[in-house]
T-cell receptor
Framework: GAVVSQHPSRVICKSGTSVKIECRSLDFQATTMFWYRQFPKQSLMLMATSNEGSKATYEQGVEKDKFLINHASLTLSTLTVTSAHPEDSSFYICSARSSGKNIQYFGAGTRLSVL | QKEVEQDPGPLSVPEGAIVSLNCTYSNSAFQYFMWYRQYSRKGPELLMYTYSSGNKEDGRFTAQVDKSSKYISLFIRDSQPSDSATYLC??????????FGAGTTVTVRA
């Protein structure tokens, strides 16, 4: 149980385009989903927290207009990187927390490369 | 000072050895403690979850939490080459936001 599916696993895009990443909890309802960014040989950096049906809460320094988060249902959250730039190239990971438990289960991550 | 301190290693051990990992933290509000394993270019995988102080054992893995010392540990017995990965400690208070350690890179030599 507690499987989180994240797609795509790898995406290459041109500078200026937008990229959408999906995060789904397959066997549980996720009250809260989180989006992280991870640079090489570093730990995870929380970007934003999203609760189903409400606006996401962004961490300090994260541009909400650049990283659009939608949490339309209890099993799906999306992160859209708008007008991507090469400096947005990174490893993005989502996680989901089931209601009543304080455990986050992570997706496999998405490696974004912006050319 | 970081909220969670973890020695990044790297740590190299022979197959069959005990791997000992630990983290210290400063926030006394932390109550939930987790260890994740992350292989290269993959998302973190939950290994152990502990609420408050105490020990927990699951197969070859043992997690210990000492809230009085603000110190948590993970022990891996009979280590295997497949245990080679980065191990992340993580913890949270009631706000559910995780604070991570830097991660320790472990290599188990065959």
């Amino acid at each position: 149980g507690a499987v989180v599916s994240q797609h795509p696993s790898r995406v290459i895009c041109k500078s200026g385009t937008s990229v959408k990443i999906e995060c789904r909890s397959l066997d549980f309802q996720a009250t809260t989903m989180f989006w992280y960014r991870q640079f090489p040989k570093q730990s995870l950096m929380l970007m934003a927290t999203s609760n189903e049906g409400s606006k996401a809460t962004y961490e300090q320094g994260v541009e909400k207009d650049k990283f659009l988060i939608n949490h339309a249902s209890l099993t799906l959250s999306t992160l859209t990187v708008t007008s991507a730039h090469p400096e947005d190239s990174s490893f993005y990971i989502c996680s989901a927390r089931s209601s009543g438990k304080n455990i986050q289960y992570f997706g496999a991550g998405t490696r974004l490369s912006v050319l | 000072q970081k909220e969670v301190e973890q020695d990044p290693g790297p740590l190299s051990v022979p197959e069959g050895a005990i791997v000992s990992l630990n983290c210290t933290y400063s926030n006394s509000a932390f109550q939930y403690f987790m260890w994740y394993r992350q292989y290269s270019r993959k998302g973190p995988e939950l290994l152990m979850y502990t609420y408050s102080s105490g020990n927990k054992e699951d197969g070859r893995f043992t997690a210990q939490v000492d809230k009085s010392s603000k110190y948590i540990s993970l022990f891996i017995r009979d280590s295997q080459p497949s245990d080679s990965a980065t191990y992340l400690c993580a913890m949270s208070a009631d706000d559910y936001k995780l604070s991570f350690g830097a991660g320790t890179t472990v290599t188990v030599r065959a």
